[in-house]
C-alpha cells in the first residue's frame, strides 16, 4: 500500500514554487523555505488528522492538490446493513487497522501508517443504498502524494478482488 | 432462477437458530445471512459439509435448482 513515488512528486511540486519564485524576480533569500515548510506542516496535518471523521473532506476539497484517489464501485445485490457488516469483516480478517467505522453512515475508513516511503494511505469503504440492494464505493486516497502512478488503483482493484472473492463461502 | 438455496428451509425444519448454526460451523453470521438469500457467488465443498454435518442433512436438502 505504498507509493516508492511519495518523495518524487513532494519534490516536483517544491521545485515547481521555487521555480515560480525565481521567476518573479527579486532576491529569494530563505523565502524558498515557506513553500517547502507550509507544505511540509500541510502534510503533517494530513496526516494528523487521518483518524478524523470530517478528515475525507478535507482529502476531497476541491483546491487540496496534495492528494491522489482512485475511486472504484462494486454494485451489489445485497441489503445495505449487511454489506456493511460484511465489508467490516473482511476489513478485521485481513487485520488492517480501522481508522472510523459508523454504521449510521455505513462508512468504513482505514489507514496504513506513514512510513519514510509514504506519508500512508486512507481508503474509505462507503455503502450506498440503491433501492433493496445496494452498492459498494471503494475510495483510495493518498494525502501528500501529488501523482501515485497507479499505486492507488492497484491497492483499489486489490479490495475490490477480495471483497469479491469473499462472496465465495 | 437458478440455484435456490434452502438454508432458511432446513433450519427452520431443525429449529435452529442462525447463531446457533454459526457457532456449530464456525462459519460468521453474516457469511451464513449471505448464503441464507442466495446472494453468495459460490459455495466451497468444505462450507456444504460442515453445514450439512450440523444440520444433519444431505446438500439436496440444501440447494435446488429452478427454472
Known amino acids: 500500500m505504498k507509493s516508492k513515488f511519495n518523495y518524487i512528486g513532494i519534490a516536483v511540486v517544491l521545485i515547481g514554487l521555487i521555480l515560480v519564485l525565481k521567476a518573479l524576480g527579486g532576491v529569494i533569500g530563505l523565502y524558498w523555505l515557506i513553500p517547502v515548510f507550509s507544505l511540509s506542516i500541510f502534510n503533517i496535518y494530513q ?34 446493513d449487511l454489506l456493511f457488516d460484511k465489508v467490516v469483516e473482511e476489513i478485521r480478517k485481513s487485520k488492517l487497522r480501522i481508522s472510523y467505522a459508523s454504521r449510521k453512515e455505513r462508512l468504513v475508513a482505514i489507514s496504513t501508517p506513514m512510513s519514510l ?53 | 432462477m437458478g440455484i435456490i438455496v434452502n438454508l432458511d428451509v432446513v433450519m427452520a425444519k431443525r429449529k435452529m437458530m442462525l447463531k446457533d448454526l454459526s457457532k456449530k460451523t464456525g462459519i460468521s453470521n453474516v457469511n451464513l445471512s449471505i448464503l441464507k438469500q442466495s446472494k453468495a457467488k459460490a459455495i466451497r465443498f468444505s462450507t456444504l459439509e460442515v453445514i450439512c454435518e450440523a444440520l444433519d442433512c444431505q446438500p439436496g436438502d440444501i440447494l435446488s435448482f429452478e427454472k
Open chain 1, 47 to 80: 496526516s494528523a488528522i487521518s483518524d478524523d471523521k470530517y478528515a475525507r473532506k478535507v482529502y476531497n476539497h476541491r483546491l487540496n492538490f496534495m492528494v491522489s484517489k482512485s475511486v472504484e464501485t462494486i454494485h451489489t445485490e445485497i441489503e445495505p
Open chain 1, 117 to 169: 516511503r509514504s506519508w500512508g494511505e486512507r481508503i474509505y469503504f462507503e455503502v450506498v443504498e440503491k433501492g433493496k440492494n445496494a452498492d459498494l464505493i471503494i475510495e483510495s486516497i493518498a494525502p501528500g502524494q501529488v501523482i501515485s502512478y497507479g499505486k492507488n488503483k492497484e491497492n483499489t482493484k486489490k479490495l475490490i478482488q477480495h471483497i469479491e472473492d469473499s462472496f465465495t463461502i
